[in-house]
């Protein structure tokens, strides 16, 4: 059965950083492009960042230059470094796979994590 499951949420500081992880599945890894999303409270569903399986990466001027997505075939893991936090990245944040690189539209992935949260204090 395809999983991924999400680690590495928590509660920082305006300007930290965290570093996300998901652990995959190795029949969804190794085919697919991986991607994070976040979603806040009473917002929409917003794409963070993608990779695919060759290490091309997308990403969402937002978060551009702060956060990293990169993966790590050999551990069937997918890790976003998020780095100069604000708070307006307090979200939960998912793991997809099996989508577009570009992240449009999120229903298109066909796998999901059970997200982990991210609190950034002013």
């Known amino acids: 059965q395809a999983q991924l499951v999400e680690s590495g949420g928590g509660f920082v500081q305006t300007g930290g950083s965290l570093r996300l992880s998901c652990a995959a599945s190795g029949s969804i890894f190794s085919i697919n492009t991986m991607g994070w999303y976040r979603q806040a409270p009473g917002k929409q569903r917003e794409f963070v960042a993608a990779?695919?399986?060759?290490?091309?990466?997308n990403y969402p001027d937002s978060v551009k230059g702060r956060f990293t997505i990169s993966r790590d075939n050999a551990k069937n893991t997918v890790y976003l470094q998020m780095n100069s936090l604000k708070p307006e990245d307090t979200a939960v944040y998912y793991c997809?796979?099996?989508?577009?690189?570009?992240?449009?539209?999120?229903?298109?992935?066909?796998?999901w994590g059970q997200g982990t949260q991210v609190t950034v204090s002013s």
């Open positions: 997809a796979a099996g989508g577009p690189l570009d992240g449009k539209p999120w229903w298109v992935y066909k796998y």
């Open positions: 990779i695919t399986v060759g290490g091309s990466t």
